[in-house]
């Protein structure tokens, strides 16, 4: 009971406070002249992904590397299996933002490039620190080619997803930092009721990481990927997915592997890896036809996921 209590609160605060952070920082970069297609894509965009950065940056520093590492590959395979499986069938997209399809193979080879560097069953600190290198530069050729690319239906479309300006600078000060304060409180408590979870069930760290704690950190990609389905957003719902993968893997490992080098991510098998490589290749196939997702290729993108939850579900 304790243990449910613990990471329901942890889930709840993890929630919430990604929505203040994205909320509060959206506001102050719109109010400071940021236009809104770069809010979408950098503070909305890795601004959902803050629960698994605190996550796993917790995890790490506690040497408990399995749920670190576990928590980014889990997460990757749940958001393109779940998130976007739900979007397709909610409301088949077509995604008109060019910028997509150069984002979607370097996702894939982001996750090419973790998997050589996972060879051993760890991230070495220089390892972290390419990565890190990695992230800036993608984010700074992300900027420069959405300035060239987007339509004025695409910019459009991500200003009418962006949060609306609250009433004051001191207000997004205040949302920003209630946030961060808030993830960090649900992250101790979601990491402590996990690990918990695992000894009194007696399963593996890697198994509570690649599971619950990936699904429960991707409840803000979720939330906003469904909205904006609903919202007939596909280019937001998408292009959130794609570019949190590829931060998940630089941001993430990035700066746990420099809190508490060498992340030791021992019961995360290769077979996960490459089913995070191959559901990535499913999507990258989608935008090589034209970015049309389906609702068949929602139900197939559920289907792979179903099929990896058995998969990892321990056997008698």
């Known amino acids: 009971m304790v243990i449910a209590l613990m990471l329901l609160a942890g889930l709840a605060a993890l929630y919430f406070g990604a929505e203040w952070l994205v909320c509060g920082g959206a506001s102050l970069a719109v109010r400071l002249g940021v236009t809104p297609l770069l809010v979408g894509l950098t503070v909305v965009a890795y601004g959902t992904s803050t629960p698994e950065l605190i996550v796993s940056s917790v995890a790490a520093a506690k040497g408990q ?68 290198v990695l992230i800036v530069g993608y984010t700074v050729l992300n900027i420069r080619l959405a300035r060239r690319q987007a339509s004025a239906e695409v910019q459009q479309e991500f200003g009418e997803g962006v949060p609306p300006p609250t009433g004051s600078a001191w207000k997004d000060a205040a949302l920003i930092a209630a946030g961060l304060v808030v993830l960090v409180l649900g992250s101790r408590l979601f990491v402590t009721g996990a690990v918990d979870l695992a000894r009194l069930f007696k399963l593996s760290e890697a198994f509570i990481g690649l599971t619950i704690v990936a699904a429960g950190t991707s409840l803000p990609e979720l939330a906003s990927s469904l909205m904006a389905a609903w919202r007939k957003q596909p280019d937001i719902a998408i292009g959130n997915v794609v570019g949190s993968n590829i931060y998940n893997i630089l941001a993430i490992l990035g700066v746990s592997g420099v809190i508490a080098p060498p992340i030791n991510g021992q019961g995360v098998s290769q077979t996960d890896t490459l089913v995070m490589i191959g559901i990535s290749l499913v999507l990258l196939a989608i935008a090589w036809s034209g970015f049309r997702l389906r609702r068949w290729e929602g139900a197939l993108l559920l289907a792979i996921y179903g099929g990896y939850l058995w998969h990892l579900w321990p056997k008698p």
Do not use: H, Y
């Open 65 to 132: 590397g399995a749920i670190a590492i576990g928590n980014v590959v889990g997460s990757n395979i749940f958001n393109i299996g779940v998130i976007l499986g739900l979007t397709a069938l909610i409301c088949p997209m077509r995604v008109q933002l060019q910028l997509l399809k150069f984002d979607t193979p370097v996702m894939v080879g982001v996750a090419l490039l973790f998997l050589m560097f996972f060879l051993d069953g760890q991230i070495q600190l220089w390892e972290a620190l390419v990565f890190l």
